[in-house]
């Protein structure tokens, strides 16, 4: 059993909340998860979670209006076992019933037509829908095929705007390292810049370059996968499929992708040292 596995089957055993509270070691890991990661207070936890019976492969929502964002949760809570293709499917009816919203109050348990109503008036306001797998165990090679055709699909709907994430136990790892607010792994890696596409200037006092690099170049960079690149940035991720990631989507794949730099700001990094090696190379 991993390292944490260990620590969170310790805090269900030692927290009475948990036991007290939710039925099964589903709804007490979503629980925590909604807690620990999510920094939701005991009280909005037992409330985010619609788990049980007519829950409609819905274990939770949280509907997040500072991000403008639906997030629907399916959890799954492992030591050691594989997960196959039963959550992916869960997700998919749950993304084919939030397009028929009054057919899914009707039939929905108590805890989850509350939560619905609040879906309802976020999604008039066109908030983002996100579907997250929250698990501990890890997917099957077939599952992981399924799961690159259905993120696919899901990301390909207009309204409401929609996408799916996996969160395993890594993201799991470097989110809750998030909300400790425990000292972040130091990022250091090397670009390397072509002859003329770059400009070295001091502004307001900071060593400052701007460049263009290719974009295979940025996906590089440590830290894209778990997210740690982006942990102090003030403004997080809007999602894959809102209108501004569209429209970078549709410049990349349209008819001038060579008008990216143009068309759209780039990246703006922070760091706390940089040496630019004879205008070829910069080390952040």
């Known amino acids: 059993m991993s390292e944490l596995l260990d620590q969170i089957n310790r805090d269900l055993s030692a927290d009475a909340y948990y036991a007290q509270n939710f039925g ?3 709804e007490r890991f979503l629980a925590w998860y909604l807690r620990n990661v999510c920094l939701r207070t005991p009280v909005q936890a037992k409330d985010d979670i619609t788990d049980g019976a007519d829950d409609k ?3 939770a929502v949280i509907v997040d209006d500072e991000h403008r964002r639906i997030i629907i949760l399916q959890g799954k809570f492992f030591s050691t076992t594989n997960v196959d293709h039963e959550p992916l499917h869960e997700i998919l009816a749950a993304w084919v019933q939030i397009q028929n919203l009054p057919a899914l109050q009707e039939n929905a ?5 509350v939560k619905l109503e ?6 008039q306001d066109d908030y983002e829908v996100v579907f997250e797998l929250i698990t501990t165990g890890n997917l099957t090679d077939s599952a992981k095929r399924d799961w690159d055709v259905y993120q696919s ?3 390909e709907l207009e309204h409401p705007a929609s996408s799916i994430r996996l969160v395993d136990e890594s993201v799991i790892k470097a989110r809750w390292d998030e909300a400790l607010a425990k000292d972040l792994p130091r990022l250091s890696h090397t670009f390397q810049f072509d002859e003329g596409k770059y400009l070295s200037l001091e502004i307001a006092g900071f060593k400052t370059v701007l460049a263009a690099i290719r974009l295979a170049d940025c996906l590089k960079l440590p830290g894209i996968h778990d997210g740690t690149l982006f942990r102090k940035n003030v403004r997080q991720s809007l999602g894959l ?6 429209g970078l989507k549709q410049t990349i794949n349209g008819d001038m992708p060579s ?4 068309y759209h700001n ?3 990094a922070l760091c706390e040292e940089m040496t630019l090696d004879r205008g070829t190379s910069v080390q952040l």
């Open 57 to 59: 492969g819905i274990d």
């Open 266 to 268: 780039g990246i703006t």
């Open 118 to 123: 609040a879906v309802s008036d976020a999604l």
């Open 109 to 113: 348990n108590h805890r989850l037509k």
């Open 259 to 262: 008008f990216f730099f143009v």
């Open 241 to 246: 499929t809102n209108k501004i990631n569209k």
């Open 24 to 26: 099964n070691n589903g």
């Open 153 to 155: 699909k899901i990301e």
